[in-house]
């Protein structure tokens, strides 16, 4: 296919990934809180509620390098489109059941981890695509439009469940997600997953491993790449200590500060704007070209910003300036965050293997959502037993120092050759420059 051609299409995908993406996510966003607010309104059970969050996150948990073995085996968009598939068909039984005899839990729960596993093949092999879909010079931008559609998702997706509940029945709320699944699913079957893809699928059908040779090659293969393994271990920490800030925030501004909930709500709402703020600022300026060395400062801020939450219990505010004072740090840590996301995926888009882009995103994504529950179960333990401004400052300081150690200038140097050229060429003056 022509050069021309090839980013013509290339541009359809930018639009039809981000459509597509921002469909799913509002839907899914919608039924999230509808099937919440049933379980939560209707059996008044927390343990029913936490046993959904189980089927949701624990499927994904085991099943990530199964999505990132067949990823990297089979081919992507046909993952993409039978995953896509069966949601639809497991959304549309639930619909079938809960108009005929009536919704049940354990409906609920079973559709909940078909999602969930549908979800973590379809993901796993849609990241693992991006690079194929999209020509290099735009991988920040869909990076950012991905995290525009989540941050929409996030800030519209309860608001209209919350007006929907109030005007129609639980059948509207699957039926939303029904529907979001198969305009998804339309979209993507229109896309070409090997545009830009640098493998002969003959080649890869001739390597003869088994699945349990083939996802052990994939650890070696992170192992064997400093840079990679560094960067997977950073983020990973990140997730785990964002599990502290999940459960810290909210304990410290209700129970210890006692915000009024409406004002908590509007500090969460200004973290997904701060989100929604960068996301659309990295979507229309050029590409990073050193994208851990941002990635680097920013969690260098966002480590900062962590540890800034804890002032008010230090130093007495009135009720308005500290309701300011959190509605600010929240949006700065949205902003943050997303300049650490964004540079590490286009990182990672440019830096692993085709080959084992599939089981390196799959590992990541069953490590992460394992770290997820693990986190909040100690934190929250933790929260009961200790002041709560000297565990989210004490995890504060220990991401800023994990930062300053693993990502210290000699790894930035050699993630980053081109730095050091740069330096040079900036340092360094003709004879001809010093002699006028």
């Given at each position: 296919m022509e ?5 013509k299409?290339?541009?359809?995908h930018l ?6 993406k ?10 999230t ?15 029913s ?9 624990l ?6 390098p199964f999505a ?5 085996k ?10 896509q598939?069966?949601?639809?068909l ?5 619909v ?7 919704i049940?839990?354990?409906a ?17 092999s ?5 690079a194929?879909?999209i020509?290099?010079g ?17 800030i ?5 469940g919350?007006?929907?509940?109030g005007?129609?029945s639980?059948e ?6 029904l ?14 997953f090997?545009l ?14 088994s699945m349990?040779q ?5 650890i ?5 790449h400093?840079?990679l ?7 990973l920490l ?21 915000i009024?909930?409406v004002h908590?709500g ?5 973290f ?5 703020l960068?996301?659309?600022?990295l979507?229309?300026?050029k590409?990073?070209r050193?994208?851990l ?16 939450t804890?002032?008010?219990l230090f ?9 300011g004072?959190y509605?600010?740090?929240m949006?700065l840590?949205?902003?943050t965050?997303?300049l650490?996301?964004t ?6 888009q ?14 990541l ?6 770290l997820m ?5 100690l ?7 200790f002041?709560p401004?000297w565990?989210?400052?004490s995890?504060?300081l220990?991401?800023l120092?994990t ?14 050759p081109?730095?050091v050229?740069?330096?040079?060429e ?5 004879p ?5």
């Amino acid at each position: 296919m022509e050069a021309s051609l090839k980013l013509k299409k290339a541009t359809q995908h930018l639009w039809t990934f981000t459509i597509s993406k921002l469909i799913s996510t509002f839907g899914a966003s919608v039924y999230t809180f509808g099937i919440s607010f049933y379980i939560l309104s209707f059996t008044g059970s927390a343990t029913s509620f936490a046993t959904n969050l189980i089927c949701s996150v624990l499927p994904r948990t085991i099943i990530g390098p199964f999505a990132g073995y067949a990823a990297d085996k089979y081919s992507k968009k046909m993952i993409v489109i039978v995953a896509q598939i069966a949601s639809i068909l497991a959304m549309g039984g639930l619909v079938i059941v809960t108009m005929t005899s009536g919704i049940t839990l354990t409906a609920i729960y079973v559709t909940t981890v078909i999602l969930s596993i549908t979800s973590s093949f379809s993901g796993v092999s849609f990241t693992s695509a991006i690079a194929n879909l999209i020509d290099e010079g735009r991988i920040q931008k869909a990076m950012s439009y991905n995290q525009m559609s989540i941050s929409i998702a996030t800030i519209g997706g309860p608001a209209a469940g919350g007006l929907m509940y109030g005007l129609v029945s639980l059948e509207a709320f699957l039926l939303v997600h029904l529907v979001a699944y198969i305009l998804a699913v339309g979209l993507e079957a229109t896309m070409n997953f090997r545009l830009y893809t640098k493998i002969i699928e003959s080649a890869v059908s001739e390597v003869k491993e088994s699945m349990l040779q083939n996802m052990k090659a994939g650890i070696t293969y992170i192992r064997k790449h400093q840079i990679l393994s560094i960067v997977i271990w950073v983020s990973l920490l990140l997730n785990f200590l964002f599990a502290a800030f999940q459960v810290g925030f909210a304990f410290m501004l209700i129970d210890k500060l006692e915000i009024k909930s409406v004002h908590f709500g509007f500090t969460e709402g200004a973290f997904s704007v701060g989100m929604l703020l960068m996301a659309f600022i990295l979507s229309i300026r050029k590409q990073f070209r050193f994208p851990l060395h941002i990635s680097k400062w920013s969690l260098i801020a966002n480590s900062i910003l962590f540890s800034a939450t804890t002032i008010p219990l230090f130093v007495p505010m009135s009720y308005n300036i500290m309701v300011g004072f959190y509605l600010t740090l929240m949006l700065l840590l949205g902003l943050t965050i997303i300049l650490i996301n964004t540079p590490m995926g286009v990182l990672f888009q440019q830096t692993i293997d085709e080959a084992f882009k599939g089981r390196v995103f799959g590992l990541l994504e069953t490590i992460s959502m394992g770290l997820m529950p693990l986190g909040m179960v100690l934190f929250g333990y933790l929260f009961d037993a200790f002041s709560p401004q000297w565990i989210m400052l004490s995890c504060g300081l220990l991401l800023l120092a994990t930062v300053l150690y693993f990502l210290r200038p000699s790894v930035i140097r050699k993630a980053h050759p081109e730095i050091v050229e740069k330096s040079s060429e900036t340092n360094s003056v003709s004879p001809a420059v010093l002699s006028k």
